[in-house]
């Protein structure tokens, strides 16, 4: 495993491809779990070459969030990746990515950067858009591997890539979860005993929610009104949004058609921590997310 610690080192291995073999792109902000590995896994299956960055992005953090001790342990996720099989890391430094008198920035506008994370983190979707649009130029992957769990992330990527022109595949793949249904984030690292076990209580929204669609629930309201409930029943979560939504758009919908995809969204902080999660409705009635 080669590891590559700046951006012209990148440039110039992604320069030395060879042509027709194809590269795969794991972006990531370090401090690694299964889903991180997950991912690393699909691109060792499906790629000739398989590159994963390592990079807090400063960028697509608040001024008021948690840049400063987002968990970071490089030896431990370069250990987890040499286990998998990789065979770059790209680990560049803030100052190498955003130079002195770096200007131009992607800013997606519109409600899919406006509504959920972006309404509860504004300025979040331009740091992510323009750091992904950097690593697709430095890198020049063919295939670029995301988590289902950050759902509104994937649809801004999903975009960027039409909008932009960039001649490469979108692979997403689904939420991995602890046996209890918690969805895995580096930022579990920060609850407590108390607040791991009331953080479940976004799963078992979730599942609450699906189960009502699948009774035959179809008023999008009600169905946000069963998440909320759910919420509302542990006294270590508070609510941020709780949503039914289209999955592309992230606009908001008003009943889901027996063939149309939705998105079961929601945000609630646990003690200090606030955690995202969803489920994803295909127009087959097939959920992804589980």
Not at 55 to 74: C, I, K, M, T, W
Request: overall charge negative; glycine content about 6%; hydrophobic content about 45%.
């Amino acid at each position: 495993m080669q590891t590559v610690s700046t951006v012209a080192e990148m440039i110039a291995l992604a320069q030395q491809w060879p042509i027709g073999e194809s590269i795969g792109l794991v972006p990531t902000m370090g401090y690694l779990h299964d889903g991180h590995l997950s991912l690393a896994r699909a691109a060792q299956q499906e790629c000739e070459h398989v590159v994963v960055s390592i990079f807090v992005n400063p960028s697509q953090f608040g001024p008021h969030e948690d840049f400063a001790r987002y968990p970071r342990d490089l030896p431990r996720d370069l250990k987890l990746l040499e286990g998998v099989g990789v065979e770059y890391v790209f680990t560049p430094t803030a100052d190498d990515v955003y130079p002195a008198g770096f200007a131009c920035y992607v800013d997606p506008t519109g409600p899919l950067v406006e509504r959920l994370e972006g309404a509860s983190r504004p300025g979040h979707f331009r740091g992510v858009a323009t750091v992904v649009t950097k690593l697709f130029q430095i890198v020049r992957p063919q295939r670029v591997y995301f988590g289902q769990k950050d759902a509104q992330q994937v649809a801004v990527i999903r975009r960027l890539i039409a909008d932009l022109h960039f001649v490469l595949t979108l692979r997403v793949l689904p939420t991995v979860r602890e046996p209890d249904g918690l969805a895995m984030s580096s930022r579990n690292a920060y609850l407590s005993p108390e607040d791991r076990q009331a953080a479940t209580i976004l799963y078992r929204a979730l599942r609450e929610a699906r189960r009502l669609v699948d009774a035959g629930e179809c008023n999008a309201e009600m169905l946000r009104a069963a998440l909320a409930q759910v919420i509302a029943t542990e006294p270590r979560a508070h609510l941020d949004y709780a949503d039914v939504c289209d999955p592309n758009t992230m606009l908001p919908l008003a009943r889901i058609e027996p063939d149309q995809s939705a998105l079961l969204a929601l945000a609630a902080r646990v003690g200090p921590v606030r955690l995202i999660d969803n489920f994803l409705r295909y127009p087959n009635g097939v959920w992804d997310g589980d």
